[in-house]
């Protein structure tokens, strides 16, 4: 896998095209958006991962992947041996995430990890684990021509605690799927955040970096158009990591909670999450701007739309939300972002950014003192000011 490069430190990278920049400076925005996806439908009317609060706002627009846009149908799931085992009810605990459950036709593996139960932690502050990345590993994925590099296929960064080896935990996975033209970080030379020459890509450390302070592992694809291809790069990403969970010589091997895995994804990243959804193995995802046609769903969701985002608008976040009744559902209406000024928003504290660390420690950690912000008669979040909630009768009970 080659050596571990330490991740800079938890603030922004650069501003973001339209976007509000730290402090409340407004992003400048685009004036060209990006081409069309092969297949997919411009959503005019803002820049990539930006919106109308910029000095200018794009002429272009943000694109939808495969599948006629954000409305665009799911993808059958993949069934593979070995059951979920050891899931994290809603409001149960686990040992570390220790299988516990009998294997069954279809879910997530069954882990082999053993470890300490995870204590609660404060979702809008940085975690309590000192994290690295492994940078450019694992096997090629993605559609081409991709956005920004062209005919190159590209691999994978993984976001991670860097001692998981001495942690005592069984780490759970979080599958990462960018926005279209969009990477996790900044790759040079071609995936830059460059205001005069309107590049913007490697626009989410804030968010990836939080969650991986906390305890995940993420695995993130560098593709840029991560709803296209068959299986999904984010899929090859996750079969690649579930491999080395089982590798003795890989750093991962038995260090990671494999029945508990979650996937999140920002703009067509949400529209990837909800493909990849049908995937039996996925317990939990959460969408940022951008949903799809669920075709199967096997855990909670969590949908977060933006009260000023031209590019997708809450009535669509919503469209999905409301087709979700056997699962717990909650969508969250942030009421000042735009399409990516969320990823402003005063770091961790943001509403978006700690919501997901929120919802992901309570489905895959077991972290029941979380609860609060989403489950019962008076959930935090239904009172923050910032934000407005919708929850099925799944989450209010």
């Known amino acids: 896998m080659g050596g571990s490069t330490a991740v800079a430190g938890n603030g922004a990278t650069g501003g973001s095209a339209g976007g509000t920049a730290p402090g409340g400076a407004g992003g400048s925005g685009a004036t060209g958006g990006m081409p069309a996806v092969a297949g997919g439908t411009s959503l005019g009317g803002a820049a990539p991962h930006g919106g109308s609060s910029g000095a200018a706002a794009g002429s272009g627009g943000h694109v939808a992947g495969a599948g006629g846009g954000l409305g665009g149908s799911g993808v059958g799931g993949q069934t593979h041996a070995g059951g979920q085992a050891g899931q994290v009810s809603n409001g149960g605990s686990s040992t570390g995430g220790v299988a516990g459950g009998t294997a069954g036709a279809g879910g997530a593996p069954p882990s082999n990890c053993v470890g300490k139960a995870w204590p609660t932690a404060d979702p809008t502050v940085k975690g309590p684990f000192t994290i690295t990345a492994d940078k450019n590993v694992g096997p090629l994925a993605g559609y081409t021509p991709d956005p920004i590099y062209g005919d190159t296929q590209q691999r994978f960064n993984v976001y991670r605690p860097k001692d998981l080896a001495t942690s005592g935990y069984c780490h759970p996975i979080l599958v990462w799927a960018n926005g279209h033209g969009d990477n996790p970080e900044q790759n040079p030379p071609l995936c830059v955040v460059d205001s005069a020459a309107n590049k913007w890509c490697g626009t989410y450390p ?28 984010t899929i090859v990403g996750l079969n690649w990591l579930l491999e080395q969970s089982e590798d003795s010589t890989s750093p991962y091997y038995h260090h990671l909670d494999t029945a508990h895995i979650g996937a999140l994804g920002h703009s067509e990243g949400g529209l990837s999450t909800c493909k990849a959804a049908a995937d039996p193995r996925i317990s939990a995802i959460g969408t940022i701007s951008g949903t799809s046609t669920l075709s199967a769903l096997h855990g909670p969701a969590l949908f977060i739309c933006g009260g000023q985002d031209t590019v997708v608008s809450c009535d669509s976040v919503a469209a999905t939300y409301n087709t979700v009744k056997d699962q717990p559902a909650m969508m969250m209406d942030n009421l000042s972002a735009d399409h990516g000024g969320w990823e402003y928003q005063n770091g961790a504290k943001g509403p978006d950014i700690f919501a997901m660390t929120a919802w992901f420690r309570v489905q895959l950690m077991g972290d029941t003192a979380n609860r609060k912000y989403f489950y019962g008669s008076s959930c935090t979040l239904c009172t923050d000011s910032r934000v407005t909630v919708m929850r099925n009768s799944l989450m209010t009970q």
């Open 206 to 233: 804030v968010l990836i970096e939080q969650l991986a302070s906390h305890g995940f592992v993420v695995v993130a694809s560098l593709s840029t158009t991560t709803s296209k291809g068959d299986p999904l790069p």
